[in-house]
């Protein structure tokens, strides 16, 4: 049996390239517009990061975390999430003696020990904003909006926000008691997942995606009705920001959803995730919120923050629907006529390459074989290379695209053959 790919990671094939790519760009350029700069953190980190982070009741802690003893005995995990690996450099880098607040994005790969299905990976990639150190509803709405344009840019339809106000520790403390209550009514319906959350963590039975669960969530209390006035006031002014975008920009939606509690331990305030039909049941692109405490629970000073943290190959499926790969990769392919022209043929090459032509020298075989595998790569052009047109110290280029006419340009004169290639 031959080696495959590990269950729930894949291959990113040069033909994809173009639309990665153009997922990243749409992500950097819109985190930069916004004045957010790039960090990259270890994709390994302490196993403890992340139970003190994610939290030990969650799924990704229990479950889906690659953690393994190093050689020196040290407990890794690679990462599930970036926010704790970017709260953790926020510290120990000391960025909180910088200008707050930190706008900070990153993009890289994940790891989940998943039950792999459409849409979801055990490697896979996320894109995120971190705004840490700036706790007033603007950046709340600041985040939104950066999710959104980059949405846009990537030319996704049917995009809705849903949005969510969990308020702080101690209101999520009397909510989670009332759900309680609400939920002991039902607990003999509920399914076993969600019978284990009761006792520890009750919020996120409104997460579940059982269907009896999400029936009887239906009329569940609802977090806006339990939290404190300072947090109702930060959700009302992300509210009349978000009012203000669906004025200007008919495409905005939002709404208030008041299942959504998110899967990690840490927010508080403003949950929102982005959902899309078009995705099926994977639908959410991208999901973030306010996660105040963090850094003192990781032994900073106390700093709020917010970010979101956006699923890549999401939007590269999706992307892949719309577009269509530019098979042209390479502009040139030198077509050597004699073999004791190799040599001399190389160094054309590396010439044309030094003025940015994508040069390729066909391998050794017959003149009809070398052409045909210039046609086969798309190259955009055939270059012959012979005693005669070395002697009279020219190129002697046969297009291969649209147009199919054959030209001689001087060898000297690379700027010419430019010309040719981007007319
Ligand atoms: P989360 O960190 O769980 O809030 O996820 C944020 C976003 O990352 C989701 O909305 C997905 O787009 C993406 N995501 C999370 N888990 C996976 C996975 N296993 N495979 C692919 N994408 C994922």
Known sequence: MPFQAPRGTFDILPDEEEIWNKVQQACFETARLFGYRYIETPVFEESGLFQRTVGE????????????????????????????????????????????????????????????????????????????????????????????????????????LNVNSLGDSQDRYLYSEELKKYYSKYL???????????????????????????????????????????????????????????????????KINHRL?????????????????????????????????????????????VGFAMGIERAVNELKKNIDIEKNYVDAVLIVTNDDLRIQSAQIANNLRNHKIRTIIAPRKSIKAQMRFANNINSKCAVFIGHDELEANKLSIKLLQEKSEQIDIDLNDISQFKKILSS
């Open 57 to 160: 009741n969650t799924d990704i802690v229990e479950k889906e975390m690659y953690s393994f003893d190093d050689k020196g005995g040290e407990n890794i995990s690679l990462r599930p999430e970036n926010t704790a690996g970017v709260c953790r450099a926020f510290i120990e880098n000391g960025l909180h003696n910088t200008t707050l607040p930190s706008r900070l994005f990153y993009y890289g790969p994940m790891f989940r020990y998943e039950r792999p299905q459409s849409g979801r990976y055990r490697q896979f990639h996320q894109f995120g904003i971190e705004c840490i150190g700036e706790a007033s509803p603007d950046v709340d709405y600041e985040v939104i909006k950066i999710a959104w344009d980059v949405l846009k840019i990537l030319d996704f339809g049917n995009v809705v």
């Open 188 to 254: 003999n319906d509920l399914p076993r997942v969600d019978q284990l959350r009761f006792e520890r963590s009750p919020l996120r039975i409104l997460d579940s995606k059982e269907d009896i669960t999400i029936k009887i969530s239906e009329d569940a209390p609802k977090t806006l009705d339990f939290i404190s006035t300072e947090s109702s006031i930060h959700h009302e002014n992300l509210i009349l920001n978000l009012d203000q975008l669906s004025s200007i920009d008919k495409e905005f939606k939002y």
């Open 261 to 305: 509690v998110r899967g990690l331990d840490y927010y508080n305030k403003t949950v929102f995730e982005y959902t899309s039909d078009s995705l099926g049941p994977q639908g959410v692109l991208l999901g973030g919120g306010r996660y105040d405490p963090l850094i003192k629970i990781l032994g900073g000073q106390d700093t709020p923050a």
